[in-house]
Each structure stands twice: as C-alpha cells, then as structure tokens.
C-alpha cells in the first residue's frame, strides 16, 4: 500500500463545474495535509493547508479532512481552464521532517 | 519578503560525474527540504536540513548529501551519477516548529540531466 495515494487521473470537467479530488493516507498519526497544484514544466505551489477534521475554505478552493477515514479532498468550484494542472496531495507526520507526496491528479478543465 | 530560489535552472552531466545544487531559503525560513521528482511522479523526499543539520532523511543512498549554511541556504550534492538521477530537483523552504507553520513552499526546481 502506497502511503499516499491519488487517482491518476486525468480527470476532465466541463467549465464552470466542481471538480473533486481525492487523497488518502496510510499513517494514521498524520498531522499535516496539503494540496499543491502543479503545473507541466513548473514546481508546485500551495494551494491550501489544513489540519483539523472538517472543511476550510480558500475562495473556489475547499478543503476536507477527515482523519477517522484517513481521507483528505480538494473542491473546485466553477473550474476554469486555468486550473488544468497535476494537483498533488502531501502529508506530513509527527516529528515534522518528513513530507510524503502523492503521484498527483491530472486534472483538464474543458472551456 | 523573497521567495525560494534555485541555481541553476538546468543542468547536463555524464554518468559517474558529480553535481552540486544550490538553494536559497524564503525570507525568515530556517529548514531546507530537498526532493527529487522524476516524471510522471509526486516529489519524493531527499533529507531536511535544520540549524546546519540533516534532520531527516527518505530512501535515498549515501551519496546524496547536502549543507546547509548560517544563512539558511543549503546545497545538494550528487555523486557518481547514474541514470537514474535524470529528474527535477525541488527545494522547499519552511519555518520549523510548531504545526500550523510547518509549510513548504517550493522553488522553482534544478532539472538535472544524466547522459
């Protein structure tokens, strides 16, 4: 089992659309959870990071974490063409030093 | 307040060479973070310098090792090239301590090519 897994993707949603990403993770004494997006060629940039169970919300940007169900999501509302990316999932644990990445979600948004 | 920077921007080596890459740490961060991402694959973790010390470190061999210095930056050695090392070399700084300031922010990446 990986220790953070991603659907590769791609996954393709019409403009305007919520696009749904998903996340889970196998160490259960996790404490950080991050999405990144990543565009071809570029590193990655933050998105949002959160660390308690429930939603936060970053203008189109939501994310969900819950830790009974080691599932970490990231909602995109009203998708626009500009958000076609690679969105990657991160997880750190107790002790800080150590950050594990998904593979990443390919993600186009259709105009 | 200045973002995270990297040197240099690509870079081509031969098997069996060695390569240093450098990084500049985001203003009023003390942890460097190195990753190494090959294509088509989340970023996978090198080792973590703190106050001038590796402060943990993934699944990579012995000779990959780094510095950091007073001044926060850090550098990534490599030697003995393989093949293999072909990728994008990321560098992420962040403000180690408490959790809720533990957030990297990535350069913009060394890519590396091994012929």
């Known amino acids: 089992q990986k220790e953070v897994e991603q659907n590769s993707g791609p996954l393709s949603v019409p403009e305007g659309a919520i696009a749904s990403l998903n996340c889970t993770y196998s160490?259960?004494?996790?404490?950080?959870f991050f999405w990144y997006r990543q565009y071809s060629g570029k590193s990655p940039e933050l998105i949002m990071s959160?660390?308690?169970?429930g939603d936060k919300e970053d203008g189109r940007f939501t994310a969900q974490l819950n830790k009974a169900s080691q599932y970490v999501s990231l909602l995109i509302r009203d998708s626009q063409p500009s958000d076609s990316a690679t969105y990657l999932c991160a997880v750190k644990g107790p002790g800080g030093f150590k950050t594990i990445f998904g593979a990443g979600t390919r993600l186009f948004v259709k105009a | 307040e200045t973002g995270v920077t990297q040197s240099p921007t690509h870079l081509i080596k031969t098997r069996g060479q060695q390569v240093t890459l450098r990084c500049s740490s985001q203003s009023g961060h003390n942890t460097v973070s190195w990753y190494q991402q090959a294509l088509g694959q989340g970023p996978q973790f090198i080792f973590q310098?703190?106050?001038?010390?590796?402060?943990g470190r993934g699944n990579f061999p012995p000779r990959f090792s780094g510095l950091q210095f007073p001044n926060y930056s850090s550098e990534l050695n490599v030697n003995a090239l393989e093949l293999d090392d072909s990728a994008l070399y990321l560098c992420?700084?962040?403000?180690?301590?408490?959790?809720?300031?533990?957030?990297?922010?990535f350069g913009p990446g060394t890519r590396l090519t091994v012929l």
């Open positions: 992420a700084s962040s403000l180690f301590g408490e959790v809720n300031t533990d957030t990297q922010y």
């Open positions: 160490d259960r004494v996790s404490q950080s």
């Open positions: 310098y703190y106050r001038e010390e590796e402060n």
């Open positions: 959160i660390y308690s169970n």
